[in-house]
């Protein structure tokens, strides 16, 4: 267990540079690349959304062919989430930027917040990643405790048990929460406008009405809730496990400092508090679904850059750390990251010598 007090910016008087980590980028012609392919990507991807929904609609009139198009549809809707969605809002789809703006929309389609993505996930969790207090990814209270100084509570001992299936409730549980957020009193300096609240509350019902309204207009409506509830588990158990994956596990670690981490130890400490996941050979249709979630060290460094551009800038990364002496996070599998965040959901959830 690896538990970082303050995150060091030296190893062995070396110094993790800015400028070393930036030409690591991709240079224009292979941006432009991996836009293309990004763009190539997500066209792919509507297909295989609406070709799914279309076909539950319509031609749906059994389980044989109700199951394996909700299979479909919830990989698709996966591949949106973490292929077009995350990629969207943090604005790695070129210009213009309302490419950018339109396709960050699949956020609120999907039933969560494209503005509380961007405040919370691009804004806390990259400017402040693993910094309790700070980081709203890690918070998980009181259901999960994922860091050492997070609170116990007695029921944390089973947490490596019921939080996989309370994964599985991300998506209906952002569905309510984001509104609530709204009218809660907040410390935050940003805070929603009125057409950010529209928004918000129109991507809910849009949600709604392609989701349950329109589904219900052709089918029972408890065979409409029965898929819908499935298909919604299985989407928010997949993304939460994959999000979960690069900074709550065994390999990084985390900071109790309150205050944002900026300045010139950034770098560094995005390289602590990360961890890729190793998705080539048989593995490789994972990590074609994992979007850039299986290289979240070069996300970090770069999230800028769209998710096909992360591979190539790998290999820069690494030797970067390796000429600073810095170590480079990397499960060897997908099961390993998945294996190295159960041990962490059990490590945290031992009684903590405090407590007797």
Same mark, same amino acid.
């Given at each position: ?196 609240? *529209?928004?918000?509350?129109? &991507?809910? #019902?849009? =949600? ?6 329109? !589904?219900? %207009?052709? $089918? @029972? ?64 249709? *994972?990590?074609?679904?994992? &979007?850039? #979630?299986? =290289? ?6 770069? !999230?800028? %850059?769209? $998710? @096909? ?48």
């Amino acid at each position: 267990m690896n538990v970082l007090e303050r995150p060091q910016i030296e190893s062995n008087n070396r110094v993790l540079s800015a400028a070393a980590i930036a030409a690591c980028k991709p240079d224009p012609m292979t941006g432009r690349r991996a836009v293309r392919r990004l763009r190539a990507k997500t066209v792919l991807i509507g297909v295989m959304v609406f070709g799914s929904y279309f076909g539950l609609l319509f031609l749906a009139d059994g389980p044989w062919l109700a199951i394996p198009l909700a299979g479909v549809l919830v990989v698709a809707l996966v591949a949106t989430g973490t292929g077009v969605m995350h990629d969207a809002n943090h604005g790695a789809f070129g210009r213009p930027r309302s490419i950018n703006k339109t396709l960050a929309f699949t956020a609120d389609v999907l039933g969560a917040s494209s503005w509380f993505w961007r405040h919370k996930h691009n804004g806390l969790h990259h400017g402040n990643t693993n910094v309790v207090g700070v980081d709203t990814d890690i918070e998980q209270m009181p259901f999960a405790r994922l860091a050492p100084a997070q609170t116990w509570k007695p029921w944390h001992p089973y947490q490596h048990i019921y939080m996989w299936p309370l994964y599985g409730f991300l998506a209906m549980r952002m569905l309510v929460s984001d509104v609530s957020s709204v009218f809660e009193r907040s410390d935050s300096p940003r805070r929603p406008s009125a057409r950010d609240i *529209v928004e918000l509350v129109l &991507g809910k #019902l849009l =949600h709604i009405a392609w989701a349950v309204a329109i !589904p219900m %207009v052709f $089918h @029972p409506w408890w065979l409409v809730l029965v898929f819908y509830f499935a298909c919604s588990w299985t989407v928010g158990l997949i993304l939460a496990t994959f999000f979960q994956l690069a900074h709550c596990n065994d390999l990084v670690g985390f900071a109790e400092v309150s205050t944002p981490r900026r300045g010139n130890d950034f770098s560094a400490h995005q390289l602590e508090t990360t961890a890729n996941v190793h998705t080539s050979g048989i593995s490789r249709p *994972v990590g074609w679904l994992m &979007g850039g #979630l299986n =290289h979240q060290i070069e996300h970090h460094l770069a !999230p800028g %850059v769209p $998710h @096909p551009a992360y591979p190539e800038m790998a290999d820069c990364v690494r030797d970067v750390c390796r000429a600073h002496q810095i170590a480079y996070h990397v499960h060897p599998t997908f099961w390993a990251a998945v294996r190295s965040h159960a041990r962490w959901l059990r490590e945290m959830g031992r009684r903590p010598p405090a407590f007797g």
